[in-house]
């Protein structure tokens, strides 16, 4: 089955930095790569997903990026805030959405 | 719409005791899934289903039991508790369509300690 690898475990920025989380996975299959934010006590929401005919995606301060031949997919922030501070979580699925396979998590902290 | 719920919101069972997990969904999503998640591990697919009468293993199945009897409902089984299944439970629920997003909407999440 699919295997999702998930770095850094935690990252500390100043607010108005950037984060980059990266995540890599197994299944040369997998087509559907969501990234998910998980606020203390909260459910986890999708922030951005990408699919694999697709290289790069943005949204507002926050992207995505995919490089198929290396099998991994990075989620970028920019001008982090501290309402940025979560945990987030990146996922792979070679099919449906309700079978992802997710990363550990990234706890991102940014400080004042 | 309610979206996804789940109920209760925490648990406490002795080791040994079973009991169900309730999710429920209002949006007519196909498809619905159990995830535990657990400090440093992330979330770990147990049971899924693609639509009623259809249910399939995750990653983490044994000692749970679902059915799908409904589109809107998709109870989560513990049949004897063990304190291995002290846990936050995420249901989810999402469409089948290929032609949009993919979104997968997470219930607010169940508290369940064993002792």
């Known amino acids: 089955g699919e295997n999702v690898e998930q770095h850094p475990s935690t990252l500390s920025v100043q607010e108005g930095d950037s984060a980059v989380i990266k995540c890599t996975y197994s299944?040369?299959?997998?087509?559907?790569f969501p990234w998910y934010k998980q606020e203390l006590g909260k459910r986890p929401q999708l922030i951005i997903d990408?699919?694999?005919?697709?290289g790069e995606k943005k949204d507002q301060r926050i992207a995505v990026t995919l490089n198929k031949t290396a099998k991994h997919f990075s989620l970028h922030i920019t001008e982090t805030q501290p309402e940025d501070s979560a945990v987030y979580f990146c996922?792979?699925?070679?099919?449906?959405?309700?079978?992802?396979?997710f990363g550990t998590g990234t706890r991102l902290q940014v400080t004042l | 719409n309610a979206g996804v719920t789940q109920t209760p919101k925490f648990q406490v069972l002795k080791t040994g005791q079973s009991m169900t997990l309730q999710c429920a969904q209002d949006?007519?999503?196909?498809?619905m899934s159990w995830y535990r998640q657990d400090p440093g591990m992330g979330l770990r697919l147990i049971h899924y289903?693609?639509?009623?009468?259809?249910?399939d293993q995750g990653e983490v199945p044994n000692g749970y039991n679902v059915s799908r009897s409904t589109t809107e409902d998709f109870p989560l089984r513990l049949l004897s508790a063990a304190p291995s299944q002290t846990s936050v439970y995420f249901c989810?629920?999402?469409?089948?369509?290929?032609?949009?997003?993919?979104?997968?909407?997470f219930g607010p999440g169940t508290r369940l300690l064993v002792l």
């Open positions: 289903s693609v639509g009623a009468g259809i249910t």
């Open positions: 949006m007519n999503h196909e498809y």
């Open positions: 299944d040369s299959a997998s087509n559907y």
């Open positions: 989810a629920s999402s469409t089948r369509t290929d032609f949009v997003s993919r979104t997968q909407y």
């Open positions: 996922a792979a699925t070679p099919g449906t959405a309700s079978k992802l396979t």
């Open positions: 990408i699919r694999s005919n697709v």
